[in-house]
């Protein structure tokens, strides 16, 4: 199945902007889907985005609309999430997930991915 690796987390103020990147050990178009979630302390884990596969089709969560981007480099084995416009509401730990081909369920739904990243921790400062 593979691993995922995440990294690009870090501590910015509010208005900035970040790129997460989550790296996989295999080729990432074995995956039926990769998402980003995240957590913050004291709430439950989130779906943020997701990047399927099959026809290439996106999906955010109505908070990080028009603000993060998710993306995938095939050749790089790499799935990516462009954070701008950080607000403190976004401050968690983000983590990557993926779907494998014999996976299936709603793209928000953190109990259809089975494989997981350590995380990576954003802090945005007011």
């Known amino acids: 199945q593979g691993q995922l690796v995440e990294s690009g987390g870090d501590s910015v103020q509010a208005g900035g902007s970040l790129r997460l990147s989550c790296s996989a050990s295999t080729a990432i178009y074995l995956y039926r889907c990769v998402g980003w979630f995240r957590q913050a302390p004291g709430k439950e884990r989130e779906a943020v985005a997701s990047i399927c596969t099959f026809g290439g089709v996106s999906y955010y969560a109505d908070s990080v609309k028009g603000r993060f981007t998710v993306s995938r480099n095939n050749d790089k084995n790499t799935v990516y999430l462009e954070m701008k416009s950080l607000t403190p509401e976004d401050t968690a730990r983000y983590s990557c997930?993926?779907?494998?081909?014999?996976?299936?369920?709603?793209?928000?739904?953190?109990?259809?991915?089975?494989?997981w990243g350590q995380g990576t921790q954003v802090t945005v400062a007011s």
């Open positions: 997930a993926a779907q494998t081909a014999v996976d299936d369920g709603p793209w928000y739904e953190t109990t259809t991915y089975r494989l």
